[in-house]
C-alpha cells in the first residue's frame, strides 16, 4: 500500500503562490492516478485537481483553473500542485490522494474512487 506525505503548505497573503508536494512510498508510483483536494471544517472534502500516472491527463476544478496546476515527477515519486493567485477562500487542508490504476490516461475526480490519502498540509490565505 502507497504512503503518502503532504507539504509545502503555510501562510500567504492573498495573490501569493505554494508549491504543495506530494512524496509517495511506493516504488510503482507510475501506476497511480493521483489527486488533490481540499476540505474546511464543516465542509465536505472538495475535488481541486487530478493527474493521470503517465502525466499527459490532468482535470481541474474550475474554481481552480488558471491559477492552480497538477504535475508529477515518477522519478521522484512526486506529485505537485502549484497554487497562485492565492485567495482568501482557498484556505484549507489540502490532501493528495492515490488510486492504483492500469490505465496510463486514466483519472479521478470523486474522493470515493480514491483508497489511499495523506495525511493533508495546511493552507492559509490572509486578505
Known amino acids: 500500500q502507497v504512503q503518502l506525505v503532504e507539504s509545502g503548505g503555510g501562510l500567504v497573503q492573498a495573490g501569493g503562490s505554494l508549491r504543495l508536494s506530494c512524496a509517495a512510498s511506493?516504488?510503482?508510483?507510475?501506476?497511480?492516478?493521483m489527486g488533490w483536494f481540499r476540505q474546511t471544517p464543516g465542509k465536505e472534502r472538495e475535488f481541486v485537481a487530478a493527474?493521470?500516472?503517465?502525466?499527459?491527463?490532468?482535470y481541474h476544478a474550475d474554481s481552480v483553473k488558471g491559477r492552480f496546476t497538477i504535475s508529477r515527477d515518477n522519478a521522484k515519486n512526486t506529485v505537485y500542485l502549484q497554487v497562485n493567485s492565492l485567495k482568501p477562500e482557498d484556505t484549507a487542508v489540502y490532501y493528495c490522494?492515490?488510486?492504483?490504476?492500469?490505465?496510463?490516461?486514466?483519472?479521478?475526480?470523486?474522493?470515493?474512487?480514491?483508497?489511499?490519502w495523506g495525511q493533508g498540509t495546511q493552507v492559509t490565505v490572509s486578505s
Open positions: 490522494a492515490a488510486e492504483r490504476t492500469e490505465y496510463s490516461y486514466r483519472i479521478y475526480r470523486t474522493a470515493n474512487d480514491y483508497h489511499t
Open positions: 511506493e516504488r510503482t508510483f507510475n501506476s497511480y492516478a
Open positions: 493527474i493521470s500516472w503517465s502525466g499527459r491527463t490532468t
